[in-house]
């Protein structure tokens, strides 16, 4: 992460925590500013935002003249297909702005848990995050043993995705396949390549205690690659016995739920993340290295008249990943 980013982070981080009166648990930073994955200056910084009560945060936020939404429906919305997404721009965004994903401690756990409702928020987290914030050590701790854990269970829902030999390397690499497969997305289809060779430090880091530890389950067995070469930097090993057909059944149908239930939430952003049109140009733009313009109708009634765009944009995503 460059200082720049880290920087940024801790500003709008600093401000969010000052508007919050006291709601935040815990902020956590993510995505292309943490990964150093190509952001540039209209590039939002990504938190995770962990709040004691929505409420309560939403009309700190209001109070402050920083939400745009009312607070009732913000705490409405908290509820349905958690967690909600929300634009931070103090100063209108003139140093930077902040998306951020705001998620209670219950919604948090259940979101990284052995039965997720979806893979939105553990398919982020299980990826390299960084600590922006915490009111206490007991929150630090307690966010960090949440995240442990989503580790830890990556191979109960990856064996049905896993075939031969696997390293740590490997498993981030395909696990970051599945899950870019697990949305409908704008950016290019080397997209998730660009993202591991990101963070490929952190997938040694974590990965290869998570396949030590299912070796020691009996999940895993050592291959026998790695025995005959003990020069290879990472252990390598392969399934003890393929995944049950119920696994994958469970695993591929919790995917293609995951999928609706990710398309299905970009209407709810739609309501709670103010100004959401000029960022999902901007994002398009800048994944695509292209102008693009909106017509009249598309940004006045864009749910009406912007579906034949994006519906294009989507089947037209670049072969490989711009480099800036």
Not at 257 to 277: C, E, G, I, P, V
Request: with cysteine; glycine share 8%.
């Amino acid at each position: 992460m460059k200082d720049a980013s880290i920087s940024l982070a801790s500003e709008l981080a600093g401000a969010l925590v000052g508007i919050g009166a006291g709601s935040i648990r815990s902020i956590l930073l993510y995505g292309s500013h943490m990964l150093g994955a190509n952001p540039d200056r209209h590039s939002a910084v990504d938190f995770v935002v962990i709040v004691d009560e929505y409420r309560a945060f939403y009309a700190a936020l209001n109070e402050a003249g920083e939400l745009h939404r009312p607070t009732w429906l913000l705490s409405f919305m908290a509820g349905f297909l958690p967690p909600n997404a929300i634009a931070f721009a103090p100063d209108d965004g003139r140093n930077g702005i902040a998306k951020c994903i705001i998620v209670s401690r219950f919604h948090l756990e259940r979101a990284l848990g052995p039965d997720p409702p979806d893979h939105f928020l553990l398919g982020r987290l299980v990826q390299k995050v960084g600590p922006v914030y915490s009111v206490t050590v007991e929150d630090a701790e307690w966010v960090e043993q949440q995240l442990a854990s989503a580790r830890h269970g990556v191979l109960e829902w990856m064996k049905p995705y896993l075939d031969g030999p696997i390293d740590a390397e490997r498993l981030g690499r395909r696990m970051l396949e599945v899950c870019y497969g697990g949305e409908i997305r704008p950016e290019s289809r080397q997209r998730a390549n660009r993202i591991f060779e990101s963070q490929a430090g952190h997938f040694r880091e974590h990965f290869g205690l998570v396949l030590a530890r299912g070796a020691e389950r009996g999940v895993l067995v050592e291959s026998i690659h790695h025995e005959a070469d003990r020069t290879r930097a990472l252990a390598t090993y392969e399934l003890a016995r393929p995944a049950s057909a119920a696994s994958r059944r469970k695993w591929r149908r919790h995917f293609r739920k995951s999928k609706a239930r990710a398309t299905a939430r970009w209407f709810k952003h739609m309501a709670t993340f103010a100004n959401w049109l000029p960022y999902v140009v901007r994002k398009v733009e800048r994944h695509r290295g292209e102008r693009i313009e909106l017509t009249a109708l598309e940004r006045r009634l864009p749910l009406i008249f912007l579906w034949p765009r994006a519906i294009k944009v989507l089947l037209t995503r670049p072969p490989k990943e711009l480099s800036r």
